[in-house]
């Protein structure tokens, strides 16, 4: 079974400034998918990025973008120029290409925190 | 854009009720997900619904959760017995068409069993 693990709980950025979350998954697939989604407190599910395994170009949205090392089964998401409305819980995801209709497998999330 | 249709936002039950969640997934999409959150914890896969029919369904969809797409347009969750463990967001989720591989979620429906 695939597993997703976010390591940080919590991180903090100073508006303006740029911050990484990071991710990692496990899995013995070859073609599959990885998000990232957005939870405000509103808790709605936001898609922020998305990443498909059998490209090697980081994928990018605006001030959003990816470090996807596939060998490493690393997948961090960079946010550049914070803004106070990207705080938020952040969910690394994961999901199998090689079966239609398939899971999402989600992270523990980070609690990004934009300071003033 | 269209958007996941879920009804009602809140929801109190007192444990052992029946409750049904409801759901409007965007028209043309083909797979139907619901996922829970318990607050403070990770999002977490129920089932998935294709062609009329459970596709996948994990270790929490037990027999007391049921899902029925009763019309061409709603989908829906029922609980038989809540229990209070069952206290938890409830997320609808639908996938496009061509390439499957994106999930629109609604804004959710929190259950809360009392």
């Not at chain 2, 999002?43 to 009329?52: A, D, G, R, T, W």
Request: hydrophobic share 35%; with cysteine; charged share 20%.
């Amino acid at each position: 079974a695939q597993t997703v693990t976010q390591s940080q709980p919590e991180m903090s950025v100073q508006e303006a400034e740029t911050v990484t979350l990071s991710c990692t998954y496990d899995t013995s697939e070859s073609d599959y998918y990885l998000f990232w989604y957005k939870q405000p407190p509103s808790r709605q599910m936001i898609l922020v990025i998305r990443q498909e395994a059998y490209k090697q170009q980081n994928a990018t949205e605006n001030r959003f973008s990816v470090n996807f090392q596939k060998a490493a089964k690393s997948f961090s998401l960079k946010i550049s120029d914070s803004q106070l409305g990207d705080a938020a819980m952040y969910f690394c995801a994961y999901r199998s290409a090689e079966t239609s209709g398939s899971r999402l497998t989600f992270g523990e999330g980070t609690q990004l925190t934009v300071n003033p | 854009e269209p958007e996941v249709t879920q009804t009602p936002s809140h929801q109190v039950t007192q444990m052992g009720q029946e409750v049904i969640l409801r759901c409007v997934p965007i028209s043309n999409h083909l797979y139907f997900y619901w996922y829970r959150q318990i607050l403070g914890q990770k999002v977490e896969f129920l089932v998935s619904f294709y062609n009329n029919e459970i596709s996948e369904k994990s270790e929490i969809f037990d027999d007391q959760f049921s899902v029925e797409r009763p019309d061409g347009s709603n989908f829906t969750l029922k609980i038989r017995s809540t229990k209070l463990e069952d206290s938890a967001m409830y997320f609808c989720a639908s996938s496009e068409p061509i390439t499957l591989e994106k999930l629109f979620f609604g804004s959710g429906t929190q259950l809360s069993v009392l």
